[in-house]
């Protein structure tokens, strides 16, 4: 069955960074788009980034652009995204999450989940 299971959320100060990891077992990694999205504290789903199956293709949302990063190893089946420059409004709960739409966001498969906290 497929299994995604994110680490890496922590609480951070503003402007601080976090590197988070999402471990993909259960399917074939490298044959699927794979999606960052986040849930913040009384609100829907929001999309953040998403990466193509080799990883050269990246989207993000204006709201994180120019300081998300999303990538991707299949060698490891490992989904990675380095934020930096952390504000308040990131704080959320960010989910790994295969075959999304978008408008409004629904993945049929995503984590349980890791915990981030920006906060000075």
């Known amino acids: 069955q497929v299994q995604l299971v994110e680490s890496g959320g922590a609480l951070v100060h503003p402007g601080g960074s976090l590197r988070l990891s999402c471990a993909a077992s259960?399917?074939?990694?490298?044959?699927?788009?794979m999606y960052w999205v986040r849930q913040a504290p009384g609100k829907g789903l929001e999309w953040v980034a998403t990466v193509n199956t080799s990883g050269g293709t990246r989207y993000y949302a204006d709201s994180v652009k120019g300081r998300f990063t999303i990538s991707r190893d299949n060698g490891k089946n490992t989904l990675h995204l380095q934020m930096n420059s952390l504000k308040s409004e990131d704080t959320a709960v960010y989910f790994c999450?295969?075959?999304?739409?978008?408008?409004?966001?629904?993945?049929?498969?995503r984590g349980q989940g890791t915990q981030v906290t920006v906060s000075s």
């Open positions: 259960g399917f074939t990694f490298s044959t699927y788009r």
């Open positions: 999450a295969k075959d999304c739409t978008l408008a409004p966001v629904n993945c049929d498969y």
